[in-house]
């Protein structure tokens, strides 16, 4: 069973691998980020399984793909395993930048695998520790 304590090392880790990125200066928001992350990550993937994986409103979901598609990061089409599929995909320029990000975010992950000696947990205390302490100042 898992106890309180871990369940809030998992998630302030992941606040903290998240706030590294300072996105503003890709001129993103955390939701287009984590689209950009997820058309990447996830093949074919529908705005239907965005919506789940963003967990906001079909208003805020159009919204922010029609901003990523007007910048030429995004674009909609048929899957290529399906036809009557609508998917989203990410242009090169939407590869080149969610790239961009990651390398940032990995490098960060690096050093602290690095500094734990690629210890799981020791890196998850620390990527914890350092999340609490920065919002404590």
């Known amino acids: 069973m898992i106890d309180k304590k871990k369940l809030m090392?998992?998630?302030?880790?992941y606040q903290e691998?998240?706030?590294?990125?300072?996105?503003?200066?890709?001129?993103?928001?955390?939701?287009?980020?984590?689209?950009l992350f997820s058309i990447d990550t996830i093949d074919e993937i529908t705005i239907k399984q965005l919506l789940q994986i963003l967990d906001v409103s079909?208003?805020?979901?159009?919204?922010?793909?029609?901003?990523?598609?007007?910048r030429n990061l995004v674009y909609t089409g048929p899957a290529k395993s399906d036809k009557r599929k609508k998917v989203v995909y990410l242009t090169d320029d939407?590869?080149?930048l969610i790239e961009k990000i990651e390398a940032e975010q990995?490098?960060?992950?690096?050093?602290?695998?690095n500094?734990?000696?690629?210890?799981?947990?020791?890196t998850m205390k620390k990527l914890t520790n350092s999340y609490l302490e920065d919002i404590q100042k």
Do not use: P
Request: overall charge positive; proline content about 0%; aromatic content about 12%.
């Open 9 to 13: 090392v998992f998630y302030f880790a």
């Open 106 to 113: 990995l490098n960060f992950i690096n050093a602290i695998c």
């Open 115 to 122: 500094s734990t000696n690629y210890n799981w947990e020791d």
């Open 94 to 96: 939407g590869r080149k």
């Open 58 to 70: 079909k208003q805020a979901l159009n919204v922010a793909c029609r901003d990523l598609r007007e």
């Open 17 to 35: 691998i998240n706030r590294i990125v300072d996105l503003s200066k890709y001129n993103l928001t955390s939701n287009q980020q984590k689209m």
